[in-house]
């Protein structure tokens, strides 16, 4: 074999082994999601009478509202919207997070506050996102 075929199979050998190590790290990565690991929830929004009065119901409400997920430092990692029932689920890999309900309405209501949260591996965790709606 002669010297350039060697340095051309070395490199190509390296080169093999760089893309197996990064094809690695990437199935192995923190966020890859497993099946069946999560946020599941619902999104409320109350209260929805002005004067609540004694035997009369006036429950919370869904809503349909845009979330986001960070992490600490604030970058977002993903992002959902609940359904016409309020409904949500968001597919995560073990970890901690912070939920961040979107105002509908920037700079008017409805509210509400961001929720920390931990996601166990194999499971889904259940929140209920709760914006208020200013009627008092």
């Known amino acids: 074999m002669s010297q350039g075929s060697i ?3 070395r490199r190509l050998a390296l080169g093999l082994a760089i893309l197996l190590g990064l094809g690695w790290v990437t199935a192995c990565g923190p966020d890859e999601v497993p099946p069946e690991t999560g946020l599941r929830g619902s999104v409320l929004v109350g209260p929805m009478c002005p004067v609540v009065q004694m035997g009369t119901d006036c429950p919370d409400r869904p809503l349909q509202a845009d979330l ?8 977002v990692l993903a992002r959902s919207r609940s ?3 309020g409904k ?3 597919p995560l890999a073990a970890g901690t997070y912070v939920l ?3 105002p509908p309405n920037p700079g008017g209501p409805p509210y509400a506050a961001p929720i920390p949260f931990t996601v166990t591996e194999g499971e889904w965790t259940a929140l209920t996102v709760q914006y208020d709606s200013g009627i008092r």
């Open 7 to 9: 340095i051309a199979h």
């Open 68 to 75: 986001e997920v960070t992490r600490a430092d604030r970058r």
């Open 83 to 85: 359904d016409l029932a």
């Open 88 to 90: 949500f689920e968001i």
């Open 100 to 102: 961040v309900p979107v």
